[in-house]
Structure formats: C-alpha cells, structure tokens
C-alpha cells in the first residue's frame, strides 16, 4: 500500500486529493494546524463514519499536527510516516491577503516549501519520495504571452506569486541538485462547493443564493474585468497524482484553455437563481441590476481593488493531456457553476442565523 502525506489536507485541494488518493487505496496521512476553531468541514466525507463513500476506507486516514513553517515537526513527521508522496498544497493561498502579510505569505509558501523539500533530502529519502508542489498561474502575472504554458516567461504581480516563484524553483533546484523526483504543477484557478468564501467565485456564488432567498441585499465586488481560467478543483487533483505517476519528473501547467471574466461568471451565477442581471454604468460607477425588480444586487467597492492585479490568465494544457492524457473540459465552465450555485442554494436554505452584513468578505 502506497503512503502520501498532505500538507493543506484541510484545504479545498488537499480535501479533494485525500478522498481521490483514499479512493486508490492509499494510506493517507495530512497535517493540519491546531486552531481555536472546528477546522476540518471539508473532511467530514471522509471523517464521519456514515458518510465515507464505500470506495474510502477512513482507516486508511492518519491527521497529525504540524506547520510547514515548523522545519523539525516537518522533518519528523516526514521521517515517521515515510512517505512515497507527498503532496505540499499547504499556504497562505489569498493573493488579496498577500499584500496585507507579505512577510507570512513568503515563510508559508517559500520557505515551506523549503523546508520540506530538505526533510527528504536529510532524512535520506531522495530515492524513496516523489514531491509535487502546488504551484500557481500567479507566477505568470502580467502575463508575457498568451496563452501561457510551461515555456511562458514568469512575471509576478503579488506578494503570493513572489513567494510562490520561490517553491517553483527550489523544488526544481532539488530536482537538478540532487535528482529527486520533485515537480511543480502550475495550476491555473480552480473552483468548488468547497472554495474558500473569500475567493471571487465563492463569493458570488454564496451571495447569488442569500439574494435570491432574501438573505442578503447586495454583492460588493472589485474588478469586474479581471478574466480568469476557471477549472474544477475535482478534475485538478487528479492532475496532481497523474504528474507524481508520469515516469519523468517534469513540469506541467494545468488549465481548460477557456477565459471568461468575473462579469460574466456573476451574470451565469445570477442566472441560475433567476435573476437576469442587467450591467449599467462604467468603472467603480458599474452596477448590476435585477432587470426583474429594478433592484442593485451588484456594486462595485474599490476596497476589493488589489494594488497590482492581474488582468488575464489563459492556460495552454496541451502537455497534460498528450503526456499525462488528462482531461481539461471535463467540466465545463457552465457545468462549474451551476453545481457551485446548487451547493450554495442548498446551504444558504440551511442557514439558521444570518449574518447581518457580509461586508467582511474579501
Ligand atoms: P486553501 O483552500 O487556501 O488551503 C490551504 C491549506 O493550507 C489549508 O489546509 C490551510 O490550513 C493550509 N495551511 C496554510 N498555512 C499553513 C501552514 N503554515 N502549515 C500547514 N498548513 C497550512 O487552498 P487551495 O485552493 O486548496 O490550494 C491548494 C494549494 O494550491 C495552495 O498551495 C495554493 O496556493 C495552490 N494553488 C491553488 C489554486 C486554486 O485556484 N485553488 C491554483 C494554483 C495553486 P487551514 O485550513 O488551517 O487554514
Ligand atoms: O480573484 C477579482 C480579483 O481571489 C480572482 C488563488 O487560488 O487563483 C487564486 O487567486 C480575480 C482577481 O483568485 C473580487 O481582483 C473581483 O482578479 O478569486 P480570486 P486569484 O487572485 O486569481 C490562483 C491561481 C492562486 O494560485 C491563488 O492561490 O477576481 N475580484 N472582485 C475579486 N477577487 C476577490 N477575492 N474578491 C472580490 O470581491
């Protein structure tokens, strides 16, 4: 039975990769971080007895404390566990939240990567592990080329691509240093029922469904023209197995090849709740009006605004899927959203107490 460690387990990937990799039968071991709060929704599937799939056996799931900014709780949980992959989806993942803790951004996502890349390099385990990194289209930025793929030139806009550019090459130097099978898939958006409520598409999905059943008033969004190439985060941690499979360590940029903007992605989200929206106005005077009521249900708040942002990310999978045979349009962009409105409808109908204002979202 193969042995896979994942850091970020609690995470929207990290959730999805250990039900696939359980799914496979493997034995799965995830670190999470000790927090006030309940931290581990997205494993309930797996967690809660009833709910596992009669593919998961939940036996085969071990979570363990740890940090990857913790260097001697990642080496030693490394060195028990021996694992033969690991997985490193941990970070602070927010690009928005990067400009706010650049610092943090840069120790989460550079030097944890770091950190356990040289655990299985001093633990002796370079022949043994396979280790991919979560890398991100974010590297690409103010993008050099369009589409980009894995010869596109990297110009980062964040303090998240920054740090994020770091993992990219250490895990390479690795690679080239001292042979490991050490990979990066550049991973473009992807989306779930399971994004984080902060990220643009969860929150206008959320938002769609608390207007729609009278929960909430108005969406406040930042830059409306942003375009993005959107995936489904199921079909992507696929993606992550099949690069640790492939018999080369090599790196691969993960996308659909389809852009649309965050307009658009309001305007089918809304739709789907049935509200046709009509778009009025220019800049931070845009609105999205309910044609229906005659109603504001999208504004835009220049809070959400990024310092630098990134205006367009198209993604070139034609390595994944001649090497790897991967799918790209598994999902389609129309089918991503409908099932994240579906999960969201589902979830607002379930909401005892409402928050007053959801104004904290970013
Ligand atoms: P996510 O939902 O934000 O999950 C991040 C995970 O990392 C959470 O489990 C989080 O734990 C954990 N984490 C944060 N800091 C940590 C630390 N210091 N030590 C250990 N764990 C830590 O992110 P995601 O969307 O699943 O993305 C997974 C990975 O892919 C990330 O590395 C992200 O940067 C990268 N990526 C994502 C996308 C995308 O579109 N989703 C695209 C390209 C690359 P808590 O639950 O305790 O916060
Ligand atoms: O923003 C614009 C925003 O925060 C997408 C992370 O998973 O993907 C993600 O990073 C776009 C940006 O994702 C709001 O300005 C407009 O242009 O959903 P996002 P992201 O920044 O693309 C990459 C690949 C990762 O690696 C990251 O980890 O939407 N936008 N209005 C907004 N964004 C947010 N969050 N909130 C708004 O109100």
Redesign the pocket.
Known sequence: MKKALITGVTGQDGSYLAEFLLEKGYEVHGIIRRSSSYNQERLEDILTEEEASVLVNNKNFHLHYGDVTDALNVTRLIGEIQPDEIYNLAAQ????VSFDMPGYTLDVDAKGTLNILEAVRILGLTDKTRVYQAS???LFGKVQEVPQKETTPFYPRSP?GVAKIYGFWITKNYRESYNMFAVNGI???HESERRGE????R?ITLAAARIAQGKQKKLL????D?L?DWGYAKDYVECMWLILQHEKPEDFVIATGEMHS?REFADLAFKHVGIEIEWIGHGIEEKGINKATGEIVVEVDPK?F?PA??EQLLGDPTKARTLLGWNPTRTSFEDLVRIMVAADMMKVGNEDIVKKTFDYV?
């Open positions: 993942s927010h690009v928005r991100t289209s974010e998240y991973l473009f958006n902060t990220f643009v598409t929150k969004l930042g830059n409306l942003s993005r965050v959400f990024r942002e990134v970013i």
